[in-house]
């Protein structure tokens, strides 16, 4: 059919057809003729966009194998450990390069380890903290002092320090117990009332083969720790 020819003149003609239908059914009552027309688009005429449909658009799941995001699992934080240096065996003696100081340092404890009568001990401590330089053992006894990080101070004392009594080298005013001093245990003290006092761990107080790990700037923890890491220095 020639839709064309139905848009001009046929399509006129259609509805005059219908005009006269309704007019010849007037004597009959009133009807309602519904007339649905569908044409095509006249050639060149753009072509009508159909109504986007609000029904919800089906997922197609992805093809199974298709890897999907990846989660990458961020590792817990860790604590810094007080100690770098894991200690031999409890008593094991270690030669003096093991001991925090400079050369000249380890040299001076090697010494002291060979000529005084009692064991000699040094401190393995991490990173920041330095020997400050011994100036000499004498009358059986050794002082060694540390200076580490924010002005914290470690001093170990050893051998005939105080020999009046166990009573007059412990403050016996804040006990808090017990604690190692590399293979020997001791009497955890503070040193006063508050933490910024600082803290000691004593052993064999009042005798010729004392020790004494004596800490400020530094918590208890820590000084716990550090006196657990001491090492004995080989008579060699």
Not at 216 to 234: D, F, H, P, Q, S
């Amino acid at each position: 059919m020639n839709y064309r020819g139905l848009r001009s003149g046929t399509f006129l003609s259609a509805l005059a057809a219908v005009g006269l239908a309704v007019a010849a059914c007037g004597s009959a009552g009133p009807t309602t003729i519904l007339v649905h027309l569908t044409l095509p688009p006249a050639s060149g005429s753009p072509a009508l966009t159909p109504a986007r449909s609000s029904a919800t658009p089906t997922l197609v799941p992805s093809p199974k194998g298709t890897p999907g995001p990846t989660k990458v699992a961020t590792p817990a934080p860790t604590d810094t450990p007080f100690v770098s240096f894991t200690p031999p065996p409890v008593g094991t003696p270690v030669p003096a390069t093991t001991c925090t100081g400079s050369p000249d340092n380890q040299v001076f404890l090697a010494d002291a380890a060979k000529k005084l009568a009692f064991g000699v001990y040094c401190a393995v401590l991490p990173k920041g903290w330095y020997l400050v330089t011994p100036t000499s053992y004498h009358g059986g006894q050794l002082q060694i002092t540390y200076q580490g990080p924010g002005s914290a101070i470690v001093t170990i004392r050893e051998g005939a320090f105080c020999t009046t009594g166990a009573s007059a080298c412990t403050p016996r005013d804040h006990p808090l117990g017990t604690a190692m001093f590399s293979d020997q245990n001791g009497g955890l003290v503070a040193l006063g009332p508050t933490a910024a006092d600082g803290f000691a761990i004593y052993v064999n107080g009042g005798s010729t083969k004392a020790y004494e790990i004596k800490g400020t700037g530094v918590t208890r923890e820590k000084l716990v720790a550090y006196a657990a890491a001491i090492v004995k220095v080989a008579k060699t």
